[in-house]
């Protein structure tokens, strides 16, 4: 039995949704597996010289702890062909997790529920904001407290999705540090405001209130200030015509929402980081319905 995983890529927070909002993007990392005598990794594209090759990979973890669920145990031999950058905002590590689980059910021939998968997931990224979209695809808000609340919503079909990637590595643990410990009444309110707003513009498709929507006061000020450039992409990008421009997840990785000029709104907000020395790409992508899927491979 061989067969392929793909996994989405996800953008979250979106602004204000901090750990709360995530959208799954067109840009994959694939999963080819087939069971072994012993557990074997294979890497190629990103990360090939810095992840782990051995039973300490996310995607061997996340697959040893459902086999545990599951039951059973089956040594794998895995080939991750990693298209999405890592440490940069776009949810890598939640496509091993979710590759990992779901690696384990089509061996084993059992479905987990959604529940069962977050209770897993979460042993390795208890943040819903990557780990649903990528699992289920689309456009997620999620909530946890103990348990997970979450609904699926439609985006605007018009809207793509501009992704500047800089060569800035960024860990989230980094990116937590930064934050504060509490926020004033001020700051809370502002941003539950333009959730609100946010959520309402995407569903009258009134993109005109995009840029207030995305405004946040809880994780981009701080996030902001450590990566080099930060204030004048988002400058560039809505002088070019984005709607929305955010920092995606942790970051490094910046959003940017838009139904025309695509190529150059990514362009003006690359050039703010190579003159600065920080070599940057973008991606125009478009958003993902499906989510994971498993496939057989011939």
Known sequence: MSFKVSVPASTSNIGPGFDALGLALTLYNDFFVEPSNSYCVDIEGEGVSNLPKDESNLFLRAYKSTSEYLGFS???SVKLVNRIPLGRGLGSSATAIVGGI??????????LSLPEVIDVAFKFEPHPDNVLPAYTGGFVVAATNGDLSYVRLDFPEELKVIVVVPELFLSTEDSRAVLPPGYSR???IFNIQRVGLLMGAL???DF???KEAVKD???QPYRGDIIPGFW???SQGYKEGAYAVYLSGAGSCIGALADNNFDNIGKAMCDVFESLGIEAK??????????ARVEEVK
């Open 102 to 111: 779901l690696a384990a059910e089509k061996i084993a021939g059992k479905k």
């Open 74 to 76: 089956q040594p794998i």
């Open 203 to 205: 569903q009258k498709k």
């Open 186 to 188: 001020d700051d809370v």
């Open 232 to 234: 004048d992409v988002l």
């Open 217 to 219: 006061r809880i994780h």
């Open 208 to 210: 005109s209130l995009l």
């Open 282 to 291: 973008y991606l125009v992508l478009d958003v993902d319905k499906e989510g």
